[in-house]
């Protein structure tokens, strides 16, 4: 079976030092199909990683990468972008000019909770108002994010749970199930789901989303999802990937998505191919 992993960072972003070179090599190792770049691209000055990614530097190293794995491993040139509803016009157009064969959208704030911050257990724990607040507002800044049309698919749905385990119980509740329903459904209409294997190895494995949101995902009519390492450095490539097709498997689907099934036409993948040939698809 021929595995795409469409969540790989580099250098490209703040937060990696891995070449892009060394990510190949290990998708390369494992006999992956194709790895797509997707680096941080921010566009909140509080973001660490806020006007970070040079998109011509990165298109240009990217380049010199596909050539030399051409015949071997199908790089995507990508992006993840953090969205908020506030700054959607912002992102909708930079989009419009920079193109990429891939954009995943991501939501990593929930506030009033830090939910990068372990500390704030005791916080979610104690102030239901405040887990509510955040679960609220992660839930609906997903529909939105869905809705806008601008992803290809919604990365580690679920993220708020990485460091957090406290959280009210989201199924089965009156009021955070319809928000969790509402963004199943904008995703289902509009982008698809990741299967995010950053949190597998943990000591109490966390699939991204769970099982059980991937279930509803599945019955809604969500297309297949993509398989994402979201790996930081060379040996979290294609990390997990049994667990990984376990998880989507006891939801009913029965592989991850290709890089075929995402990838943009006018990114420059296609359009590279393109040329004087028409676009093609190997
Ligand atoms: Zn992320
Ligand atoms: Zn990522």
Redesign the pocket.
Known sequence: MTVSDL?V?SSA?CDCDASIWEMCDAAVQLGLEAVAF?D?LEFKPEDPCYKRFDYAKALYTFEKARSYYDGTLEILFGV?VTYWSDIEEEIRDYLRDHQFDIV?G?IHYAPPVDIWSPADAEYVKNDHLAARRALKTYFSQVEKLAKSRLFDAV??FGIYQRYIRTWPPVIGDSELEPCLMSALDAIVRYSRLELNA?TLHMPVPLPLPSVEVMKIYKEMGGLTPIY?S?A?TPSKVGKDLGIALDVIKQAGFGEFASWRDVVRPNGPRLKKVSGDEGVSIP
């Open positions: 969540h960072h972003s997707t941080h993840e995943i991501a990365a580690h950053a994402g979201d930081h």
